[in-house]
């Protein structure tokens, strides 16, 4: 089967299947958005994992305890589809590792920004959860089937850490003077990293990633869905969105914003995150001192 | 390092229904994979019964583009092909099918 036949496929709206003949470059392609997905799952659990013990109250601390459960859950089944498709390049889960742990590997933005209070743990489980929810739910339509299995699953409890979040930010909205302005610092802090969340605008959706439908939505379009849904509830709760030119256009039905500092987003795309370089040491201190583990339950050092 | 094997694992919902592909996982052996299958799977109690069946173990038929079985239409195996019965109910009597 060749490239013609493959397109093909793609062009009839059939679905790649992990044993299915397929270019290197697709294969490519899925493996590095995969890769890259695992890897934010991964790290995505650090900025609140830190919460679990200074969240408020057992049944805050529960509600944190299992979505970093569930976060590490989802880069587990995440890594695991990426091995079947990084098998025919010899990569292996723990090459995938080393590689985001000595910086080859790029994880999301988003998990680089610090959590200072109890509010930034609600604005993430809202609106970061909410952006990915965003992204996630257009990926349900990728053209690599094992992938959009699994997101299923995985938009079904990014659903359910939003609700959370959602039920974190309006306690803090409904709460005193000092809350609510706990809670409209950290939209503020976290405005630009969302933002940032779906990638510069005016990229090509002619791109292999379109036209193998390994993609289906633009940077833009998925952060007008999340203008859309979100603006609108944030400013019912009386916030301050931090962007003075922000504003509903009427002809274009879009939300128009002022420029978020793309260098900034650059800038920490190539690893200069604030907490960059301090997160992923944590996850090289996990894996240092955590092999030992596998190492003794491995069958050659069986008794 | 040791070797981690795949396991494909599989799930009943609920009693009487039919158990279904569930997901994937990595792990050290049986003992482990069956944990992991928990953890991973069921956090929400969505199985009551869990299938941990390492992936070699898996035959696969091989996909041939769209439903397996026999290419031409035989619909001697369907209940479709026997609609003839509701005109056949009328020589016995009555407007409708059998069922009146």
Redesign the interface.
Known sequence: MDLEAFEARIARGELIEADDFMPDAYRRQCLRLIVTHANSELMGALPEREWIPRAPGLARKLAVLSKVQDEIGHAQMIYRVAEDLAAPFAITRQDMLDDLIDGRAKFHNVFTYPAPSWADVGVIAWLVDGAALETQGALLKTSYAPYARILRRICAEEAVHLKHGEDIVLTLASGTPAQRAMLQDALARWWQPLMHFFGPPGESANGDAFRWRIRVATNEELRQGFLRKYVPKILRLGLVIPDPELRFDNASGNWLYGDPDWDEFWRVVRGGGQRTAERLSLRRLSRDEQGWVLAAMSPENAA | ????E?FEVFGLERPGGTVCHA????A??SD?AVV?AQ??FC??REYIELWVVPRPCVCVAP?AGEALGPAEPRSYRLGSGYRGTVEKWKLFGGEHGGDR
């Open positions: 390092m040791a070797d981690l795949v997901g994937s996982l990595q050290l052996g482990l992991l953890e991973l956090r929400r996909r």
